[in-house]
């Protein structure tokens, strides 16, 4: 049983930052990827990061030169740092984690979910 649990999210003024954390526990489990996604309302579920263990990092644009993943393999943790949010990124943040190394952006190529944490920007 693979379980991940998100923690860090919470209500922040536009400009400001929070950092997202997620930890995957079972006790065989290694994943090959990890990545966080976001759902606003009315909104599908979108791409935010993510970092495959071979050194392979993706960003969506809209968070390029903001957002920092990094991340240990060995613990099957992974971070997002969130700096001069905006009240676009507004969502529901999901951790993701994966043994498959393909499909790194898309949300189908991941096996595992966290419950999601909420992040609130106001302006």
């Known amino acids: 049983q693979v379980q991940l649990v998100e923690s860090g999210g919470g209500l922040v003024q536009a400009g400001g930052s929070l950092r997202l954390s997620c930890a995957a526990s079972g006790s065989t489990f290694r994943s090959n990827k990890m990545g966080w996604f976001r759902q606003a309302p009315g909104k599908e579920r979108e791409f935010v990061a993510a970092?495959?263990?071979?050194?392979?990092?993706n960003y969506a644009e809209s968070v390029k030169g903001r957002f920092t993943i990094s991340g240990d393999s060995a613990k099957n943790t992974v971070y997002l740092q969130m700096n001069s949010l905006e009240p676009e990124d507004t969502a529901v943040y999901y951790c993701?984690?994966?043994?498959?190394?393909?499909?790194?952006?898309?949300?189908?190529?991941?096996?595992?979910w966290g419950q999601g944490t909420q992040v609130t920007v106001s302006s």
């Open positions: 970092i495959r263990w071979n050194g392979v990092i």
């Open positions: 993701a984690a994966s043994i498959r190394i393909t499909m790194l952006t898309m949300p189908v190529g991941y096996d595992y």
